[in-house]
């Protein structure tokens, strides 16, 4: 039973949601080596990575109330394309092997990356009466969702917005 002049209900009690801004993906190599293959050399060989850079997977409060990193990335990750990483977890800091069939003597970078998504949020939680939004917070969020090694050619032009562009953009 309704009371006349009693707040409507807008929401389901304790509910969280989560609004993004700026959300966005893109390839980040955690481990390069340019090399250089001979003439007469050329075959499958096993490389050695160097450790260029971390992605860590985590939030940031700017301001307002604190929502759990676990539930930021959680939200975080039915707007992207893929499985995120769980919150705390970061890229390997040591050397990687990437196995590739360099086929065509040249200079080569070996690669190993991540496909970081970042993105801003405003999340907010329903109170108790589910009469409208409380413990309203923003802030920054940061994870991984895709891997991927391999070897790309100094002289060679990649498609846009793939690792191996990435990869020779930042170390070719």
């Known amino acids: 039973m309704t009371t006349a002049g009693a707040a409507p209900i807008v929401c389901e009690p304790g509910y969280k949601s989560a609004k993004w801004n700026d959300l966005k993906t893109s390839w980040t190599i955690t481990h390069a080596k340019q090399i250089h293959i001979a003439s007469g050399s050329t075959g499958t060989y096993t490389k050695s990575a160097t450790y260029r850079k971390t992605v860590t997977s985590g939030r940031e409060v700017t301001g307002g109330a604190s929502y759990s990193a676990s539930w930021v990335i959680s939200s975080m990750d039915a707007h992207v394309s893929g499985t995120l990483t769980k919150s705390g977890e970061k890229t390997k800091e040591t050397s990687e092997s990437v196995t590739h069939n360099f086929n065509k003597s040249g200079t080569y970078v070996v690669f190993n990356g991540v496909k970081k998504a970042s993105g801003y949020y405003t999340a907010k939680t329903c109170n108790t009466n589910g009469t409208g939004w409380t413990r309203e917070g923003y802030g920054k969020a940061r994870s991984w969702v895709v891997r ?25």
């Open 148 to 172: 991927a090694e391999g070897a790309v050619k100094c002289s060679e032009t990649p498609g846009t917005g793939t690792a191996p562009r990435a990869a020779k953009n930042a170390y070719c």
